[in-house]
């Protein structure tokens, strides 16, 4: 079976945190000039590991093996939050190019392949899957046409072509070419920690649908309106809440998540009743008929309040992803390394965040690998995972990749 | 009795207006360049109208009368919430020059006069009422010295140097002096509108209590943290929210009023659990013993939170003002000039705003005189009264202001 080289995983690892360092972690947005020396970078070691190596049209960095035989796709992404942690996708995307190496260095792998890229902008900089959606098809010209960076407001289009691929065809994916997709990636969770686990096999994604809520008043002054005649948008969203805390645990499946990550309220100032607020509601689960029934109770909640008055209560679905499943045999395959290298030390979990994987599921056999993140934290510089379990990881997943080649 | 000069009062308060004009409004911050020039202007109109007038130490406007016999202390301020209206305290300003001129102009009034005061920073560019409160000895020089401005960070110090005012003694209140305090202002409020009156003869003037409410939980990523363990600082705040808006109504008086203006969540971002948030809230009332009652429960339910977690709630008095009773002679003195001018068109009310004669009324008998807000509409450029309305208002205060220095 291939066989991975830990130091030259990892050195490649730590290269990669070198753009964009910030603190122990990295701050890599998609398309910042960073971000593009980071994918050139990539391209560079993609071709040393035996692959043909570009960055397309949206900046996904594509390596594509010489194999004669059957062959996987395999990534994740090298962009990051703002200010985010060193692995997070850039881990899957090396665990890409060391499967690649692993197999070159193997004759037993002569025959098979893995092609191997970085997807763009799954941090959202720009729009949602940016990278992957616009491999399957799912992505339209007008879409990056509107698209302005988060962090500075740059139209994709201008990145783009700054970074010199305004001009390449973006990657379109060939189906027929894959036996499936394989993405590697931080838990960021502490569930594997807790479970003193070192190997999460990925049983499916959840699908999130998100909310916006809005709640219309007057605006007036906190010491001369008296309370019957108010209309107080922020006593009408914090009531909203309470009505989702109360109804939604009678409803949710055993896996579900809700958030209220965000709050504004207008003007936001000490004495004046709020005459405008907005939220963000966020639903996560396995299941589509959980979030189905989860979204009618949130619309009957806010019809219920703006029948009742005296805001007026608006909710729209702002984005939707619908959950997957892994691919039964690849889970398989990915359990049978596991057992081998770490046993007694794996377990199937499902994923709640969101990952390129989702995307490429639509389209092809999927599964994913987790590795433990210290301490549950992602999304934040000091995001880590211990040395022993990157270099496990990547061995099971080579491994779990090879026997699928080979089945 | 004193005549008001309807044309003359009223082209005094356009011209104030002049003085950092915002569409039909004004934005005039205390100390500001354009408020500092506003006051030399009205230096000079109180010299005008025979008052020995300065800008004293802390940026009040004092005009002084050279009367032999008894004299009230009037005013209000001219400072501006940002982008506020013409009217609101100017006008009050401007009722007592006018005031001043109408009892110079009458023989009857030769020995009563006024002392007229724009009070620096009632709208706390700086801090809460600096001008009323450094005259009743109640502003130590600390405060002015960690003051800083809202709008701009400029410290006070070197506001009131800019000013030309830095050496200048800040002017004390001598009660002996004075029978009494009157203050005139919109009234901020819709009430005098509804009610189709044209004067408010103000009973008292609320008292307020302003907590900030913290929250302190954990922030985690809202896709991997299970319901069970979160620590949602921001279900936290809004279930607080409700068991205030529940448990209240049931202890108000009925002229209670309370608000939550002000909500923040940390990192208020769509995907990531709070892990802290803060409220404020503010409580509004003319007794005492309520406010207490209030402030009581507010307490209850944070320590009730606090040890049912999973949050740590943690609630802070940081302001309060005491209630403050009008004087009966002078509110009767009001209500005959009143219903002299405007029978039946007049109504006693409390103040639920806070105003300079608050700070006053600690020292001195004290009453207010309100006018009608169009649309109850204050604090924003189109606020408004009727002209009519101005100068009516302007009578009823001259006439009881020498009905109770004659009395």
């Not at 971000?35 to 560079?44: G, I, T, Y």
């Not at 502490?190 to 008043?217: D, M």
């Not at 107080?232 to 579900?256: I, M, Q, R, Y």
Request: aromatic residues 6%; contains cysteine.
């Amino acid at each position: 079976m291939p066989k991975i080289d830990g130091k030259r995983l990892i050195a490649d690892q730590r290269k990669l945190a070198e753009f964009g360092r910030y603190e122990t972690g990295v701050h890599r947005p998609c398309l910042s000039d960073i971000d593009v020396a980071s994918r050139r970078w990539l391209v560079e070691r993609m071709r040393d590991a035996g692959l043909d190596a570009h960055i397309d049209g949206i900046g996904n960095v594509v390596g594509r093996s010489r194999a004669q035989g059957p062959v996987l796709l395999m990534g994740s992404h090298t962009d990051t939050q703002p200010r985010g942690g060193w692995l997070d996708g850039a881990m899957g995307v090396i665990y890409g190019i060391e499967v690649a190496r692993a197999f070159r260095d193997d004759p037993a792998c002569k025959d098979i392949g893995v092609d191997v890229v970085s997807w763009a902008d799954e941090e959202g900089n720009f729009g949602s899957f940016m990278g992957a959606r616009s491999f399957i098809g799912a992505l339209d010209e007008a879409e990056i046409d509107r698209a302005v960076s988060r962090e500075d407001g740059t139209p994709m289009r201008a990145a783009l072509a700054k970074a010199g691929v305004g001009n390449v065809p973006r990657a379109q994916l060939d189906p027929k070419r894959y036996r499936g997709y394989l993405e590697a990636h931080i838990e960021q969770g502490g569930k594997l920690e807790a479970s003193g686990k070192r190997i999460g096999v990925v049983t499916g994604i959840v699908g999130i649908r998100l909310f916006r809520v809005s709640f219309t008043g007057q605006q007036n002054h906190a010491g001369t309106t008296p309370m019957p005649i108010r209309k107080d948008a922020g006593v009408a969203l914090t009531e909203f809440c309470h009505a989702v805390h109360t109804s939604f645990p009678k409803l949710v499946g055993p896996l579900t998540v809700w958030t209220v990550g965000q709050i504004n309220l207008d003007p936001n100032m000490p004495s004046i009743i709020p005459g405008k607020a907005q939220m963000l509601l966020q639903v996560r689960d396995p299941e589509v008929e959980v979030l189905d029934r989860l979204a009618a109770e949130a619309e009957r909640i806010a019809q219920a309040a703006d029948a009742a008055g005296p805001c007026r209560v608006r909710i729209e679905l702002i984005s939707r992803t619908v959950p997957t499943k892994s691919d039964p045999g690849f889970m398989a395959a990915l359990d049978a390394a596991a057992e081998k290298h770490a046993p007694g030390s794996w377990m199937r979990m499902p994923s709640g965040a969101g990952h390129d994987a989702q995307i490429l599921a639509l389209k092809l056999p999927s599964a994913m690998l987790f590795v433990p993140s210290i301490g549950g934290v992602s999304h934040h510089y000091s995001e880590d995972t211990a040395e022993a379990d990157i270099v496990l990881g990547a061995q099971v997943f080579a491994d779990a990749a090879a026997a699928i080649l080979k089945g």
